[in-house]
């Protein structure tokens, strides 16, 4: 698992360790703003998942990875060979879903929990009283883009994603790691994320999670923020003065900040 999945340990050797689990489309490299601070009082252990970066892409699986909880079965299989115990697992978007699955699973194993920017379901659900942010025919549109313009997909969603102008620095990095990504990969993957809904497995949750949410995300309502904070035990909501789905890129000191004063408050 630790070459298959490019994973890399830094940081302080015998500190608590921290875990991040990017999101789709990217890579570990998406952190590179956040851990070197936290690196400074914490083992860090970052990773690529299955299918991006610099895995292994043969070792995807679309049977495997379905749903999220193949690649919350590869984090926990990270977490054993490297002996660890009591890991904060620090995840973004579906990294996030990935995380909390994971703690679901093997609560012995996790502190605690710091979702970045999640999103149980991202498919409305009006019977439920439930507003994910799409309704299901924007996100057939949404994915039926991607499988007909990998590129196209990339350059145009972006800065949406990241809140910021197309050529500024995380809407370009985003439109790279994107581009970088394989496209059937991309496809399965993109579909994985977008609809799978892990709501129930969100209000089960096993371990405390500090959820930060930016006050203007375009994929994530603050409706959803509010949900998370109502059904989710031992959550605390934390909301970022900040534009876009990654504020780990765009306003990293925040979520440094925001990481540091949590695990100390614990």
Same mark, same amino acid.
Request: proline content about 6%; overall charge negative; some cysteine.
């Given at each position: 698992?630790?070459?298959?999945?490019?994973?890399?340990? /830094?940081?302080?050797?015998?500190?608590?360790?921290?875990?991040? =689990?990017?999101? !789709?489309?990217?890579?570990?490299?998406?952190?590179?703003?956040?851990?070197?601070?936290?690196?400074?009082? !914490?083992?860090?252990?970052?990773?690529? +998942?299955?299918?991006?970066?610099?895995?292994?892409?043969?070792?995807?699986?679309?049977?495997?990875?379905?749903?999220?909880?193949?690649?919350?079965?590869?984090?926990?299989?990270? =977490?054993?060979?490297?002996?660890?115990?009591?890991?904060?697992?620090?995840?973004? /978007?579906?990294?996030?879903?990935?995380?909390?699955?994971?703690?679901?699973?093997?609560?012995?194993?996790?502190?605690? +929990?710091?979702?970045?920017?999640?999103?149980?379901?991202?498919?409305?659900?009006?019977?439920?009283?439930?507003?994910?942010?799409?309704?299901?025919?924007?996100?057939?549109?949404? =994915?039926?883009? +991607?499988?007909?313009?990998?590129?196209?997909?990339?350059?145009?969603?972006?800065?949406?994603?990241?809140?910021?102008?197309?050529?500024?620095?995380?809407?370009?990095?985003?439109?790279?790691?994107?581009?970088?990504?394989?496209?059937?990969?991309?496809?399965?993957?993109?579909?994985?994320?977008? !609809? /799978?809904?892990?709501?129930?497995?969100?209000?089960?949750?096993?371990?405390?999670?500090?959820?930060?949410?930016?006050? &203007?995300?375009? +994929?994530?309502?603050?409706?959803?923020?509010?949900?998370?904070?109502?059904?989710?035990?031992?959550?605390?909501?934390?909301?970022?003065?900040?534009?876009?789905?990654?504020?780990?890129?765009?306003?990293?000191?925040?979520? =440094?900040?925001?990481?540091?004063?949590?695990?100390? &408050?614990?």
């Amino acid at each position: 698992m630790l070459t298959r999945n490019k994973v890399v340990v /830094s940081g302080l050797a015998n500190g608590k360790a921290l875990i991040f =689990i990017h999101g !789709f489309g990217c890579d570990q490299s998406m952190w590179r703003q956040v851990v070197p601070d936290l690196a400074e009082e !914490f083992q860090i252990v970052t990773y690529d +998942l299955t299918g991006m970066g610099q895995s292994d892409l043969s070792a995807y699986d679309p049977h495997r990875y379905a749903n999220p909880r193949g690649h919350a079965q590869d984090l926990l299989a990270i =977490i054993e060979e490297l002996g660890l115990d009591e890991v904060v697992l620090v995840g973004h /978007s579906i990294g996030a879903t990935i995380a909390l699955l994971a703690a679901n699973l093997a609560p012995d194993k996790v502190s605690r +929990l710091v979702l970045v920017s999640p999103n149980p379901c991202f498919v409305n659900a009006p019977a439920e009283g439930y507003r994910g942010g799409f309704s299901h025919e924007e996100l057939e549109e949404l =994915i039926a883009f +991607l499988d007909e313009n990998h590129l196209g997909w990339a350059a145009q969603m972006a800065p949406t994603i990241a809140g910021q102008p197309a050529g500024a620095p995380a809407a370009d990095e985003l439109t790279q790691g994107f581009c970088r990504t394989d496209p059937t990969i991309a496809q399965h993957f993109g579909r994985v994320t977008f !609809f /799978s809904d892990e709501r129930s497995a969100f209000a089960q949750v096993s371990r405390p999670a500090l959820i930060l949410h930016c006050n &203007d995300d375009a +994929l994530v309502p603050m409706a959803v923020a509010e949900w998370m904070q109502d059904r989710m035990p031992g959550a605390t909501l934390q909301v970022l003065q900040a534009t876009g789905h990654c504020p780990h890129m765009t306003v990293p000191a925040d979520v =440094i900040a925001a990481i540091r004063s949590y695990l100390e &408050d614990g």
